[in-house]
T-cell receptor, first 114, second 113 residues
Framework: GAGVSQTPSNKVTEKGKYVELRCDPI?????LYWYRQSLGQGPEFLIY????????DSGLPNDRFFAVRPEGSVSTLKIQRTERGDSAVYLC????????????FGEGSRLTVL | AQSVTQLGSHVSVSEGALVLLRCNYS??????LFWYVQYPNQGLQLLLK??????LVKGINGFEAEFKKSETSFHLTKPSAHMSDAAEYFC???????????FGKGITLSVRP
């Protein structure tokens, strides 16, 4: 597609449930990033993929969070045993390898944990 | 560790007035610096970036920013605000190693008729 696509755009779940958020990057972009944006805050880095491998997962808050990118394109962010504090907008971005900082963002997936 | 500071959460200007959005960074190495804009119901998009070439960087929609190493600043300006500039603006920094960005908290710009 023309831009980064994220689904679902909105997700409401109950505390303790499992959630998956999907990101479809711009075709040809080898780098993919997940960020989390809480209300009133800037985006906070979670994880970065170069191709299929996670090059930097230092931003994942704990082991309930996991992300995959098995074929080097679509990525899924997985959250187990959701907590109310996980409520946020989850942003995905992609970029061409070697283009420093020029990220193309999707519109985000808003997660609400009740 | 790198940090980006955007003081204040909201700026309001009249249409046609100067826009000045402040950004200060703290980095142990010379950073790459960026301004991103988020319009309502849209994803963030790059306005401009500084990558150690010219210190005055011009971006889209008439915005520009000046890198001042002595002040550790990268303030965003536009000579004349337009109603369509109303949005949230984020300053970000990267060491460039893998383009991981550290964002500031963002500033909401309102433009009064």
């Amino acid at each position: 597609g023309a831009g980064v696509s994220q689904t679902p755009s909105n997700k409401v779940t109950e505390k303790g449930k499992y959630v998956e958020l999907r990101c479809d990057p711009i075709s040809g972009h080898t780098a993919l990033y997940w960020y989390r944006q809480s209300l009133g805050q800037g985006p906070e880095f979670l994880i970065y993929f170069q191709g299929t491998g996670a090059a930097d997962d230092s931003g994942l808050p704990n082991d309930r969070f996991f992300a995959v990118r098995p074929e080097g394109s679509v990525s899924t962010l997985k959250i187990q045993r959701t907590e109310r504090g996980d409520s946020a907008v989850y942003l995905c971005a992609s970029s061409l390898r070697g283009v420093t900082g020029e990220l193309f963002f999707g519109e985000g997936s808003r997660l609400t944990v009740l | 560790a790198q940090s980006v500071t955007q003081l204040g959460s909201h700026v309001s200007v009249s249409e046609g007035a100067l826009v000045l959005l402040r950004c200060n960074y703290s980095s142990s190495v010379p950073p790459y610096l960026f301004w991103y804009v988020q319009y309502p119901n849209q994803g963030l998009q790059l306005l401009l970036k500084y990558t150690s070439a010219a210190t005055l960087v011009k971006g889209i929609n008439g915005f520009e920013a000046e890198f001042k190493k002595s002040e550790t600043s990268f303030h965003l300006t536009k000579p004349s605000a337009h109603m369509s500039d109303a949005a949230e603006y984020f300053c970000a920094a990267s060491t460039g190693a893998n383009s991981k960005l550290t964002f500031g908290k963002g500033i909401t710009l309102s433009v009064r008729p």
